[in-house]
């Protein structure tokens, strides 16, 4: 059975970023569960989940937070589950506290950190799909055309300059 993803925002009001993931993961049918957990605001919550993701089939965690963004290092201190954080846009500070505090990891527990807002969302979902592809060719081939269907986007919008 294929492993699902975690979906894991700090706040409900995380999705509008999330939800680019969200939609490349429903495009490769990969399963995946949305959850609102906030290292801040619900402590032993966090504790719980990241505990037992493993066991409750979770392959990879997507941790999207804002601000003082100490989720996914927090989910990442309590799995090895490989944690992918994507720094969301703050108003105060436009994304750049949620970067600095997720890719600032100590080292010895590692959080893949993708870019701010939209296009890290995108890429965090790209990011998971490649990782469960290791183990599954039909992932690995989607992925290609994927990138194939892509390549000729980009081909037919030059070609519309001309
Ligand atoms: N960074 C965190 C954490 C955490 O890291 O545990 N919990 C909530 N938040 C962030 O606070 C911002 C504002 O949240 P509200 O809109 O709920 O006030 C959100 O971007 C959320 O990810």
Redesign the pocket.
């Known amino acids: 059975m294929m492993k699902k993803i975690a979906l894991v925002?700090?706040?409900?009001?995380?999705w509008p970023t999330l939800t680019y993931a969200a939609e490349l993961l429903d495009q490769f049918n990969v399963p995946y569960e949305r959850h609102v957990i906030?290292?801040?605001?619900m402590p032993q919550q966090l504790q719980q989940f990241a505990t037992t993701a493993a066991t409750n089939n979770f392959g990879v965690i997507i941790a999207?937070?804002?601000?003082?963004?100490?989720?996914p290092g927090?989910l990442a201190a309590n799995t090895v589950l490989p944690v992918i954080g994507i720094p969301?846009e703050?108003h105060a500070l436009h994304g750049m506290d949620s970067l600095l505090s997720i890719v600032q990891m100590p080292a010895g527990v590692s959080v893949a950190t993708m870019a701010i807002g939209k296009a890290g969302a995108k890429n965090a979902a790209l990011m998971a799909i490649q990782m469960l592809a290791l183990n599954s060719e039909a992932l690995t081939q989607k992925l290609i055309a994927f990138r194939t269907r892509q390549t000729e986007e980009a081909q037919a919008s030059e070609q519309q300059l001309q």
Request: glycine content about 20%.
């Open positions: 925002m700090g706040s409900a009001s995380d906030s290292a801040h605001r999207g937070a804002g601000g003082a963004a100490h989720l927090m969301v703050s």
